[in-house]
């Protein structure tokens, strides 16, 4: 008999997950019974970093349990892709930002979908070609090119832990130096540069409302540009972070890796910012610095700052009616403007939070190196 059809909101998920009634469920077989509290269905959370988690503790459980006894745990083979998918989602995945979670698990249902078979795709079958072979798919299935590129990114870095995991066969990676898709030499960053009037037509747009919106985009932008704080952490900053020295600062992006935190130091216009932000409040006693209407954080439980995007997207169409500015900036070329100003690359770099200044030129220097002419008279 043919199995069973998934369900749509399943077809992200690892084998043997569901998600039903608001949770995560695995289908435990029944050799590990024993670890999964004797149950045939097991909740594992509400949320999947959660699910992950709890997922993970019973799997190191049932390893140590195993190892005791010289069995050897037969769920860690790493022959087919959808194993090393599965496994990949399992360890790595969780140790990433929220909305990065979010986005892999959607990667993994097209790629899932590819290399599923029947049969399935062994890891050593996998060669360059199916490089653009998943490309063109996806494009036929209705995909655009970027995300498609974007899935195949995961999966080569699924390949890269292939290899450090010992996948029996493969001796080195597929896709590194022998994959190059047509344009990418071309590629450019974003280059969108805010200029300086740009940013005071922003900071000059009458309010409408007291409160919110346009004037608590405003301090918003101060603020992210004198700090260059990123998004996630610029939306979860809270008045109890303030220190009297300055604002301290735990980076969402490396919280998992470096753990590196760092405190950025009061100015007079960082002062002001930050009282002009709180005046903006809709809820003065929320714990947020920005918030809505109920005074909640604009982020939600899956690393989405959805609401403040359409606010932010309202504020540049008035924008573009109402002042000189005619071509739209984001919220991101707010930070790029700040690395941009900074003296040096290093300093650039430094205050963005980067460890390695080559992102910071490529990415952040959006105004281009400045030469100074010869003095020599001729």
């Known amino acids: 008999m043919a199995p069973r059809k998934r369900l749509k909101q399943n077809l992200g998920l690892p084998l043997r997950w569901r998600h039903t009634?608001?949770?995560y469920y695995y289908q435990v077989r029944e050799a590990e019974r024993p670890f999964f509290d004797g149950k045939w269905t097991f909740k594992l959370g509400k949320t999947l970093p959660a699910a992950h988690l709890e997922y993970g503790r019973r799997l190191d459980a049932?390893?140590?349990a195993l190892a005791a006894q010289g069995i050897a745990d037969s769920s860690e083979e790493l022959r087919t892709v959808l194993q090393l998918l599965d496994r990949y989602e399992r360890e790595v995945i969780p140790k990433k930002a929220l909305r990065t979670q979010s986005d892999n698990v959607r990667y993994l249902v097209h790629l899932?979908?590819?290399?599923?078979?029947?049969p399935p795709a062994l890891i050593v079958q996998v060669k360059a070609r199916h490089a653009y072979a998943y490309v063109d798919w996806r494009v036929k299935q209705g995909g655009g090119r970027r995300s498609a590129r974007l899935e195949f990114a995961?999966?080569?870095?699924?390949?890269?832990?292939?290899?450090?995991?010992?996948?029996?066969?493969?001796?080195?990676?597929p896709f590194v130096d022998k994959v190059r898709?047509?344009?990418?030499?071309?590629?450019?960053?974003?280059?969108?540069?805010?200029?300086?009037?740009e940013l005071e037509e922003a900071l000059r747009l009458p309010p409408r409302r007291k409160r919110g919106s346009v004037r608590m985009l405003q301090a918003y932008i101060r603020i992210k540009y004198l700090t260059g704080l990123r998004r996630a952490?610029?939306?979860?900053?809270?008045?109890?972070?303030?220190?009297?020295?300055?604002?301290y600062v735990k980076p969402r992006k490396t919280a998992r890796t470096t753990g590196h935190s760092k405190t950025i130091?009061?100015?007079d216009e960082l002062r002001a910012a930050v009282e002009e932000a709180k005046r903006a409040r809709p809820v003065d006693i929320s714990p947020w610095l920005f918030c809505d209407k109920d005074g909640k954080?604009?982020?939600?439980e899956d690393g989405k700052p959805s609401g403040f995007d359409k606010l932010w997207q309202r504020f540049m169409n008035r924008l573009l009616k109402e002042t000189k500015i005619t071509k739209r900036f984001t919220e991101h070329d707010i930070r790029g403007k700040t690395g941009s100003d900074a003296e040096t690359d290093v300093d650039a770099a430094r205050q963005l939070g980067h460890a390695d200044v080559a992102v910071t030129r490529r990415h952040y220097r959006r105004r281009g190196e400045k030469i100074r002419p010869l003095a020599r008279k001729i």
Not at 157 to 170: C, N
Not at 233 to 247: H, K, N, S, V, W
Not at 297 to 300: G, I, L, Q
């Open 21 to 23: 009634r608001g949770a």
């Open 62 to 64: 049932m390893k140590q």
């Open 112 to 118: 899932r979908k590819f290399f599923s078979g029947p």
């Open 154 to 173: 995961l999966l080569s870095h699924a390949f890269t832990y292939a290899l450090r995991w010992g996948a029996p066969g493969l001796n080195e990676h």
């Open 181 to 197: 898709f047509e344009g990418d030499e071309n590629s450019k960053p974003r280059d969108r540069y805010v200029e300086d009037w």
């Open 233 to 247: 952490d610029m939306l979860r900053l809270r008045p109890a972070d303030f220190t009297e020295q300055g604002i």
């Open 265 to 267: 130091l009061w100015t």
């Open 297 to 300: 954080c604009y982020v939600d």
